[in-house]
């Protein structure tokens, strides 16, 4: 199966995934949370209550634009419009907690609906809040005031295919697996495909600068873009009419991971390729994470890259190996996944070989492969079990890339000492100058677990500030992130940004409280 045949997901609120497809924790990996301190905890998930929505005159605004029946204001269409899916989300969620509970929802299905809705909100008092996916994991669709939330599912077409210049115009409604389906009946793929793949979608990706699986090989999704369409609240931004320029600044990096702070994209410009005819998977083991990361960088910076490369450390490769007969008899290391869309290059082998990995074989590719997307069901049962999981993200350059693994997994080892956790990392995305590094977290549910995740994350971001790493590579600022990346950029750039805000934006209503 690839990415194209699977179906787009309908996410439930406070849950991962599909509901028709959950997933159960094995009973060993019940048994083994124990050693954690793991306990299930008591009562269950709290209904929300509604409070008073829309004034009258804000709902004839909305309706006027799209219509009566494309405005819901029911509890349950809000309800599956609040927060995203970070844990501190869902742990929200199975609390009820309606503090960032929407007023409406609005599903315009055109440019000029969005245009429109924008451009009168100021009017009667509106904040809006653009959703695509919905799959925020920074609370990046939790405003500081109260708002209506712009839905736009019914964007959802290929707009346009140039098979010349190898180009595809989507709206930004378009999820993941539907934009592959898109192209697909064309012979072609985007190749962009992040975990957040099944709910995901074209305005999403853009918005918050996000990096897929086969970055090595297609690029992040900033990367694919050459063109978009941003609606402000004083008129629309077209840009992009050649695939580089030298007129000016290039706005659409302006646009590109502004998190609707300045206006809602509608559709965007990406370059495609080919869809490859074959794909392979394999797993590389190393002696220690320094032996793999050496080898990774040698790839990175020299080449051939293969369109997958990810590496984990020894806590992550032992945690999802229950087989250690994969990695040749039980005797440690860590774990390198590689992927190539089209034949394999056994000159990427023999890098690897060269810098002392050893060709684990096509098992541990395809397990990771056929798995990928079901990982993120895993946090729901563990959740139920009385787990805290919850991971974080960042990236640096190649020669600062040891000492911040090891402050921030130091850093999240002190914060949750009284629930010693354990601390996974690997690299998922390289470059010649540097690479990411996502850490992912399990330990006990302390009495209040947002709290207990905050302070936790509070120490990673400090961390990652005091050895060079930045607050995000790709999962965005939204509100976690934000007082860390004014810091990270600095008073004057902030107040550039927060210009940029008051030009497009000057009533404050796009996202506020979001990115800036």
């Known amino acids: 199966m690839t990415e194209s045949d699977l179906p787009v997901v309908q996410l439930t609120p406070g849950r991962w995934g599909d509901p028709a497809h959950p997933v159960d924790l094995p009973a060993a990996a019940v048994d083994a949370l124990k050693h954690l301190g793991v306990r299930r905890p008591a009562g269950g998930t709290v209904d929300p209550v509604d409070r008073p929505g829309l004034a009258a005159d804000q709902l004839a605004f909305l309706t006027g634009i799209v219509g009566a029946e494309h405005v819901s204001t029911d509890l349950d269409s809000r309800w599956a419009h609040t927060r995203g899916y970070s844990t501190t989300d869902l742990l929200r969620h199975r609390a009820g907690d309606t503090s960032d509970l929407p007023d409406a929802v609005v599903y315009p299905a055109t440019h000029d609906e969005v245009a429109a809705l924008l451009a009168g909100s100021a009017s009667v008092g509106l904040a809006v809040v653009p959703y695509s996916g919905g799959t925020s994991v920074v609370g990046g669709l939790a405003p500081s005031r109260r708002f209506v939330t712009v839905d736009l599912r019914r964007l ?10 190898r180009t595809a115009t989507l709206q930004a409604g378009v999820r993941g697996p539907a ?8 012979g072609y793929t985007l190749g962009h495909f992040p975990q957040s793949y099944e709910g995901a979608s074209i305005g999403g990706y853009a918005a ?13 999704f900033d990367q694919m873009v050459v063109g978009l369409t941003l609606a402000t609240p004083r008129g629309t931004i ?23 702070a300045f206006g809602i994209i509608t559709s965007v410009v990406v370059r495609i390729r080919p869809r490859p005819t074959e794909r392979h998977f394999e797993g590389w083991r190393f002696e220690n994470f320094d032996v793999g990361l050496a080898a990774v960088r040698r790839l990175a910076q020299d080449g051939p890259l293969p369109t997958v490369l990810r590496l984990s450390d020894e806590v992550e490769t ?5 087989d250690p007969d994969v990695l040749g008899g039980g005797s440690g290391g860590v774990l390198a996944i590689i992927g190539f869309d089209g034949p394999y290059n056994q000159a990427t082998a023999d890098v690897l070989t060269a810098a002392g990995g050893e060709n684990a074989g096509e098992g541990p590719g395809e ?13 729901d049962p563990l959740l139920d079990e009385g787990a805290l999981v919850e991971t974080l993200e960042t990236a640096a350059f190649w020669s600062r890339i040891p000492a911040l693994k090891a402050a921030v997994t130091e850093a999240l080892v002190a914060a949750l000492s009284e629930t010693p956790p354990l601390v996974l990392c690997h690299i998922s995305h390289v470059y010649e100058t540097g690479a990411s ?30 050895t060079g790493g930045t607050i995000s590579h790709h999962h965005g600022v939204g509100t976690d992130h934000r007082e860390a990346y004014h810091a990270e950029i600095g008073p004057l750039a902030v107040e550039a940004l927060q210009a940029v805000k008051h030009t497009l934006d000057p009533d404050g209503v796009m996202n506020p409280g979001i990115l800036i």
């Open 318 to 322: 032992a945690v999802n190996l229950a």
């Open 179 to 186: 934009a592959e389906a898109l192209l697909a009946e064309h």
């Open 238 to 260: 077209e840009v992009g009419r050649a695939p580089m320029s030298a007129a000016g600044p290039d706005l659409r990096q302006l646009v590109l991971g502004s998190e609707g």
């Open 156 to 165: 959802d077409q290929l707009v346009e295919l140039d098979e010349v210049s």
């Open 437 to 466: 590094l996502y850490f992912t977290v399990i330990c006990a549910q302390s009495d209040d677990p947002v709290a207990q995740w905050r302070t936790a994350k509070q120490a990673a971001n400090k961390a990652i500030a005091d």
């Open 367 to 379: 397990t990771w492969r056929v798995g990928r997307y079901r990982a993120p069901y895993l946090r």
């Open 208 to 220: 918050a600068r996000s990096s897929g699986q086969s970055s090595a090989g297609y690029g992040r």
